[in-house]
């Protein structure tokens, strides 16, 4: 089993939808939380953080985590031909090096 | 305030030559991470390294690999002999701390022909 599991997709909605990206996960040690955004041939752009369950929101996007049921996600909403790109979510343990374990990352594509 | 700089961008080698990738972290980082991105695959993680010290290489493959991050100059990742299956995306990532948020580079694509 893999320490993060996240569905590759790919996803394809119309523009303006509201979209659920999610990962779960089997270490109870990671703390905090990373939504990384990655189009093609570029490096990986950080969207979200957090430490804590509950929400965060930064415009259109919120993220959420649930460290009771291992379960992270984040919102697009009014999603945009702009954001098509591979969503990553990125996991790491306070106690640890600060090394990032990364989801496998969902394919996203908005159609106008 | 300039990104993570990463040079080359693209960088061929034929079988058994060397490839060294540098790393320039943002302006006041002093943590640097390489992950290594092979493809239809997510980030792996490599190694993690401050100033002149590697911290953690429990990503790093046992034999033809090595990372430094010397007092003056960029992070280099260094891969020796390489053989087809190196060839990946490799991605450095740098933080004000750590455990922080880790701000990545553009990539060095990495093919072995």
């Known amino acids: 089993q893999k320490e993060v599991e996240q569905d590759p997709g790919p996803l394809s909605v119309p523009e303006g939808a509201i979209v659920s990206l999610n990962c779960t996960y089997s270490?109870?040690?990671?703390?905090?939380f990373m939504w990384y955004r990655q189009y093609s041939r570029k490096g990986p752009e950080l969207l979200m953080y957090t430490y804590s369950s509950g929400n965060k929101e930064d415009g259109r996007f919120t993220a959420q985590v649930d460290k009771s049921s291992k379960y992270i996600s984040l919102f697009i909403r009014d999603s945009q031909p702009s954001d098509s790109a591979t969503y990553l979510c990125a996991l790491g343990e306070v106690v640890d090096t600060g090394k990032l374990i990364f989801g496998q990352g969902t394919t996203l594509q908005v159609k106008p | 305030n300039a990104g993570v700089m990463q040079n080359p961008r693209h960088l061929v080698r034929r079988r058994g030559q060397e490839a060294r990738l540098r790393c320039s972290p943002m302006k006041g980082h002093s943590h640097v991470y390489w992950y290594r991105q092979l493809p239809e695959e997510g980030l792996k993680f490599m190694v993690y390294l401050q100033k002149e010290n590697i911290i953690d290489e429990s990503g790093m493959p046992k034999e033809r690999f090595s990372a430094e991050f010397p007092k003056e100059g960029p992070s280099i990742l260094r891969i020796q002999q390489v053989v087809r299956g190196d060839s990946a995306a490799y991605f450095c990532?740098?933080?004000?701390?750590?455990?922080?948020?880790?701000?990545f580079g553009p990539g060095t694509r990495l093919t072995v022909l």
């Open positions: 270490n109870s040690a990671f703390q905090y």
């Open positions: 990532a740098s933080s004000p701390g750590a455990p922080d948020t880790q701000y």
